[in-house]
């Protein structure tokens, strides 16, 4: 998929995580280019669906399905450059993501870990809510890249 041709917009999405959805949010992107929608999203297992590196998954689930505490909603969307600046981010990042071999519910890493630091490597000044329990753990505890030279 190039993100530069026929991308139509970038959605940030969340929904409540089982048990603990009243404080804790699930958060994931959707790339949509025409008919195409594409999942990207940090799961606590890995490997368990559609493409996967690591914890790393896309397409693990319908671009709209909840995490197992009913459905999800669309937190915010972007267009245009910022979009294009997403997408980018978002196909670069199985050999980009620092964490895509850990998982932790909490302090962190964890799927919000991955959408505030997809956020923060494009320049998108958007922060998650207080429910995105992990998203600060990269700006806590930066790790080095290793799959970049």
Wanted: aromatic letters at 12%; charged letters at 20%.
């Amino acid at each position: 998929m190039d993100p530069l041709i026929g991308l139509d917009l970038v959605e940030l999405r969340a929904a409540k995580i089982p048990w603990v959805g009243a404080i804790a949010v699930h958060y994931w992107f959707v790339v949509v280019q025409g008919d195409r929608r594409d999942r990207w999203e940090i799961w606590q297992r890995r490997g368990v669906g559609g493409r996967h590196w690591g914890h790393l998954h896309q397409n693990l689930m319908a671009p709209t399905s909840g995490v197992g505490n009913g459905g999800s909603w669309c937190e915010r969307s972007w267009t245009g450059a910022i979009a294009n600046r997403l997408a980018q981010e978002l196909i670069a990042s199985p050999t980009t993501y620092p964490h895509r071999d850990r998982y932790r519910y909490w302090p962190g890493p964890n799927s919000n870990t991955y959408a505030q630091w997809i956020l923060d490597r494009a320049a998108v000044d958007h922060d998650l809510g207080p429910r995105g329990l992990g998203k600060s753990h990269h700006r806590i505890f930066p790790s080095p890249t290793p799959w970049q030279c």
